[in-house]
């Protein structure tokens, strides 16, 4: 079986690599209530996106309609956005009635953004699957589109609106259970006393807001925990540049930084050499993994008692789940039973379970390794290298 062969054999029941633990599990039984049912080791489809009789055995979701579908990015230029960007298009691949996928990448641009939609519209695309970094900016554009008759799929990042009403569904994961999962974490590493600095995405994102609202809801607990920084959080958009700018300056204004969570573990952890200059030791570290954070652990954590550190799944995997969502409205499949993602634990440097902390020194430290994805498909993401849908049928 060729190394591409395996990845496909393995992303209908989205199985991790070998080291996910319990995170297969969860994601394997939301799998099965989305009615995605077992990959094989070939795609789906002859290549031609010719129209097909009935819904597909293998994947449900996929019915015999034909359409076109779309994956629009607020902001496409981080690895996160460049792995999801990879597992989308082989989700569409895997469906024959899929006769056209696109790719818009609206470059952390609202006003780009939207006129991304726009003419995803004015092309006559079936289907749109949006990750809308604006937030409630883009609810106006989406719901435009929803109107026109598109099909129009957001996830991860609410716009605001209703199912229904302004777009046909929005996909989503419980944040607020991730803060409460690392709240929970940095509590009892630091034995409920110290300061804590929060970094976020973009200003006003609901991911981020949902986030420090499941830290306070444990924090509240521990009257010695203090968040430090900018309230609610520390705004980074996600980028790794400007997280380093932003953990340099928190660096320089507090001489007591006993724990950090982030939503985006690789940019975080581009920030390290941060810590290094001012002097001082990586503190406990609560985030999304990434393979630096791992790495970086496994080579520092000796040398620094107070490393520790506490993951989620990063969850770029989330983007299929939309994918088949979309496809099944657009097609007429069955339509996936859920909505919602549930978070997941990933790394515990203190338990070890579900795991110890992962590193793959083969692959990029941008590598993100609960991603489902298989070291080759990992590597060319991370080299901007993205199948075209004939390519993988």
């Not at 949902?210 to 980028?239: C, M, R």
């Not at 390290?272 to 001082?280: H, L």
Request: aromatic content about 8%.
């Amino acid at each position: 079986m060729s190394e591409k062969s395996h990845g496909w054999a393995r992303r209908g029941l989205r199985q991790r690599r070998v080291t996910i633990g319990v995170s297969a599990v969860a994601a394997l039984s939301l799998a099965v209530a989305a009615c995605s049912s077992s990959s094989s080791s070939s795609s789906s489809g002859s290549g031609s996106g010719s129209q097909t009789n009935a819904v597909s055995s293998k994947y449900p979701w996929c019915g015999p309609k034909q359409a076109s579908i779309a994956l629009a990015d607020g902001f496409g230029d981080n690895t996160w956005r460049e792995l999801t960007r990879y597992s989308a298009v082989t989700v569409a691949a895997q469906c024959p009635s899929v006769t056209k996928y696109v790719y818009a990448n609206g470059q952390g641009n609202t006003q780009k953004a939207i006129s991304d939609i726009n003419s995803l519209v004015a092309q006559g695309t079936t289907a749109i699957v949006d990750f809308p970094d604006a937030g409630k900016a883009m609810l106006p554009v989406l719901t435009k589109a929803y109107q026109a008759g598109t099909i129009v799929v957001p996830y991860r990042v609410f716009p605001g609106g209703t199912g229904g009403q302004n777009y046909n569904a929005y996909l989503s994961t419980n944040f607020t259970s991730a803060g409460v999962l690392w709240g929970h974490d940095v509590a009892t590493a630091l034995n409920g006393k110290g300061n804590v600095v929060f970094l976020g995405g973009p200003p006003a994102n609901s991911q981020s807001l949902a986030e420090y609202q499941g830290l306070q809801s444990v924090f509240k607990n521990y009257p010695g925990i203090h968040v430090i920084g900018q309230k609610p959080y520390n705004v980074t958009n996600w980028d790794p540049a400007l997280t380093q700018q932003v953990v340099a300056s928190l660096l320089s204004k507090y001489p007591k930084i006993d724990a950090v969570v982030s939503d985006f573990g690789t940019a975080l952890a581009a920030s390290f050499p941060q810590f290094q200059k001012a002097g001082r030791q990586i503190p406990v570290i609560a985030t999304e993994d990434g393979n630096s954070l791992g790495c970086d652990y496994a080579s520092m954590h000796a040398n620094d008692p107070n490393f520790k550190l506490f993951t989620v799944s990063s969850q770029t995997w989330m983007v299929e789940y939309a994918m088949r969502y979309a496809v099944a409205l657009a097609t007429k499949g069955h339509v996936p039973s859920s909505t919602v993602v549930p978070q997941q634990n990933y790394e515990n440097s203190v338990t070890g379970s579900p795991n110890q902390p992962v590193c793959d020194k083969t692959l990029p430290a941008t590598a993100i390794m609960s991603s489902g994805l298989t070291p080759a498909e990992q590597q060319a993401a991370l080299k901007g290298v993205i199948p075209s849908l004939s390519s993988l049928r």
